[in-house]
């Protein structure tokens, strides 16, 4: 298959690159190569070209952390910080998620909404309940997007109808990831310790056996001021967040790496350990202004070669739109150069498109570039009636990135397949 249109990414020096009416030819789920339209080659001239005309061509945008259960109430509770929030909004509507009815309703919305989002692949938190998260998995491999799913795991300091024993949650882990085996195509799953202070030591060294060589982790770091007092208490043998999950044995080298949520009070020791350890951030720009958790230092992960990805957090974030995600972080770090550190640098948009694209896609492998090689994810936007009149395609990326409305989505493609 050949698509053509205006192709806009970015490089592996984090620059924006764009090539004007430009083919796309995929073979086998990935982009075999990229043509300007004169430079075609003669073999290729009769196959069938899908043209876009003057549409604007990207990559598909990854989001790094979100929780599905909680899309029913997103927009909700931004008057209140964390741990609030969790125990008045979050923890009343998970506990819906034992009705595999509810579940059915509401994972159905939410999947539906993302897939018509602009993200073509993402880092899902669930819930503790098992048959819910097979459900939301099996509706999501439907979808055709390519998701890690996590069944969410906690046995302290939690509600009474939203937590397990330490051996049955163990042990509900282990039957779930059975469960997967064989199943899917698309839709893979990830140990998922909600936070440490739900989930007892004991269980953190489980998980972490459990996970192996052979998946990924996902949890939560350093998001709260009251969080990180919390954590304090709870582990007095460690000398930050990270290395209390590290000391746990939640942090050791796998097939996949570790995605920690937030880091907005990582210091310089994190730091050095979220390097140590491979780990990739999930910037929340939105989450963290919505419950007041502070500014994330990005532009010193950056510095400091930490992976840096964009999470849409629903639902202390209310919208799937990554790349909403991607201007607030562009604002707030603005406000971390002039208010915090005025040896930081603001983000420039080649940066935080890089984020959504091709950083985060290097969690799924070869995603998130335009490029011979990478899974062909692509998102085809018709900006005419927001850009009408502008003929630089630079200026007309950068209005999109700041203005943009996925009712502008004319097409969807996740690994070659159009799913929209």
């Given at each position: ?182 199943r899917y195509k698309n839709t893979f799953p990830i140990i ?182 990478f899974e062909a994810d692509l998102l085809v936007v018709d ?38």
């Amino acid at each position: 298959m050949i698509v053509k249109g205006n192709l806009i990414d970015c490089t592996d020096k984090c620059t924006i690159r764009i090539r004007e009416k430009s083919c796309i030819l995929i073979k086998n789920d990935v982009i075999f190569n990229v043509y300007s339209e004169n430079m075609l080659p003669e073999l290729l001239k009769d196959e069938k070209v899908v043209d876009y005309k003057d549409a604007l061509i990207f990559p598909g945008l990854i989001d790094m952390h979100l929780h599905a259960p909680q899309f029913p109430f997103r927009g909700l509770g931004s008057d209140m910080e964390l741990l609030d929030w969790l125990n008045t909004y979050t923890f009343p509507e998970e506990a819906k998620y034992k009705d595999i009815d509810y579940a059915k309703k509401a994972y159905t919305k939410f999947v539906e909404s993302l897939k018509k989002s602009f993200t073509t692949r993402a880092i899902i938190f669930a819930t503790l309940h098992k048959e819910a998260t097979v459900l939301l998995m099996d509706l999501l491999e439907n979808s055709g997007l390519k998701c890690f799913v996590g069944k969410v795991n906690m046995d302290r300091n939690s509600p009474e109808n939203l937590i397990e024993s330490t051996d049955e949650s163990a042990e509900s882990t282990k039957e779930w990831l059975d469960i997967c085996k064989g199943r899917y195509k698309n839709t893979f799953p990830i140990i998922t310790p909600r936070f440490i202070p739900s989930c007892s030591d004991r269980l953190l060294r489980e998980l972490g056996k459990i996970r192996g060589s052979e998946y990924g982790l996902q949890s939560h770091l350093s998001e709260n001021p009251k969080e990180l007092e919390w954590v304090k208490e709870l582990c007095p043998d460690s000398f930050g967040y990270l290395d209390a999950y590290d000391k746990r044995e939640c942090l050791h080298k796998s097939r996949f790496s570790t995605v920690m949520a937030h880091c907005v009070y990582s210091d310089e020791s994190e730091m050095k350990l979220l390097k140590d350890r491979d780990v990739f951030v999930a910037h929340c720009p939105q989450s963290n202004i919505c419950l007041s958790s502070g500014i994330a230092p990005v532009r010193k992960f950056l510095d400091r070669g930490i992976k840096v990805g964009l999470g849409s957090d629903i639902a202390a974030g209310y919208s799937l739109n990554i790349l909403k995600q991607a201007v607030e972080a562009i604002g707030l770090s603005k406000l971390y150069w002039r208010y915090i550190d005025k040896n930081s640098r603001p983000l420039k948009p080649a940066e935080v498109f890089s984020m959504a694209t091709r950083v985060a896609g290097s969690y799924f492998g070869k995603v998130g570039a335009l490029e011979k090689g990478f899974e062909a994810d692509l998102l085809v936007v018709d900006d005419s009636t927001l850009n009408e009149g502008i003929d630089d395609i630079r200026k007309r990326f950068e209005r999109f990135l700041y203005l943009s409305d996925e009712c502008s989505l004319v097409a969807k493609y996740v690994a070659g397949e159009q799913i929209l």
